[in-house]
């Protein structure tokens, strides 16, 4: 998690968020992600992050999370307007 209060990342703005790094990815946030399944279509999930499992602080290709109905893959985007709580 960022050592920044949610509501400073969230006044940044959405198109300031980035899916690479874990400091913009946080619980109860609202993401598009890849599931492993899907990874050759690209087909996205919508849900709410419950868990960040990437440990480092960056990954090129998104950072893995959990969301709350138990699906995990790679962070993709943050829907427009749905960044926040």
């Known amino acids: 998690m960022a050592d920044e209060p949610i509501n400073a990342i969230m006044e940044r703005g959405s198109d300031m968020l980035c ?3 874990r400091e913009d990815i ?3 946030a609202t993401v598009d992600i890849v599931l492993k399944k899907d990874q050759p279509t690209g087909k996205l999930t919508r849900g709410v992050v419950s ?3 990437t440990r480092k602080g960056y990954h090129p290709r998104g950072i ?3 969301l709350t109905d138990g699906s995990v893959g790679r962070v993709q985007q ?3 307007g749905m960044a926040g709580l």
């Open 19 to 21: 899916n690479c790094r």
């Open 26 to 28: 946080f619980i109860g």
């Open 51 to 53: 868990r960040v499992l």
């Open 64 to 66: 893995k999370v959990m």
């Open 78 to 80: 943050f829907p427009q």
